[in-house]
């Protein structure tokens, strides 16, 4: 019944949001070089990798170093990036991982394989479900970037502290994955986005 949910929202997301897709796009285009879609290598169910897709929010290349971002203004993100990223309108291409059946729109956020081969037996549960777009550890963290930023060792605070609480969050949802925590995940979401 999730996997219906996901279709059904997920293309209706992408035909309602196409006229938000085209204008997002457009201010990246004309902001700064390179292209206006990003992908990166994550790590799926079961371990599987696959390309997810987001705005770009960065400078092209701004990859090749650290892999996370810190603090609200990060050198390497641009000026219209971070309004993006601020509104989370950067995952919204994410819509199409979940429309071809890579993602749910509720799940553990996918990471990138440098952190998955971290993972301890324990905390490999979340690769047995589908990754999401949004969970109860994207709720709790929305502020992450900012965290990290005030942090001497930002990866270290990522890996020891964060990631396992994280982790922890996800398997709120693993435990009990129901359509009541479906929409309740998606309500919660929607409402810290506002109030942010």
């Known amino acids: 019944m999730i996997r219906f949910f996901d279709i059904l929202l997920s293309a209706l997301g ?17 902001s700064s070089r390179g292209p206006g879609f990003y992908s990166q290598k994550r790590i799926g169910k079961d371990g599987v990798p696959f390309r997810l897709y987001k705005f770009r929010t960065m400078r092209t290349g701004s990859d090749k170093g650290r892999l996370i971002t810190v603090g609200g203004k990060d050198s390497r993100i641009t000026k219209v990036g971070y309004y993006i990223r601020k509104y989370k ?5 994410q819509l199409w991982n979940v429309f071809i059946g890579e993602m749910s729109l509720v799940g553990p956020r996918p990471e990138v394989e440098k ?33 990290l930023g005030q942090s001497d060792n930002p990866e270290r605070l990522y890996i020891e502290e964060i990631m396992p609480k994280k982790i922890d969050y996800n398997l709120q949802y693993i435990n009990n ?3 009541k925590e479906y929409f309740k995940i998606i309500f919660l979401t929607f409402t810290k986005i506002i109030t942010h």
């Open 89 to 93: 309108l950067d995952e919204l291409p």
């Open 115 to 147: 952190y998955v081969n971290l993972y301890t037996p324990s905390q490999r549960v979340v690769l047995t479900v589908k990754p999401g777009i949004t969970d109860y550890a994207s709720i709790a963290y929305s502020e992450e970037n900012i965290i």
């Open 14 to 30: 992408l035909l309602l949001l196409s006229p938000v897709f085209l204008m997002i796009y457009l201010c990246i285009r004309l």
């Open 177 to 179: 994955r129901t359509l």
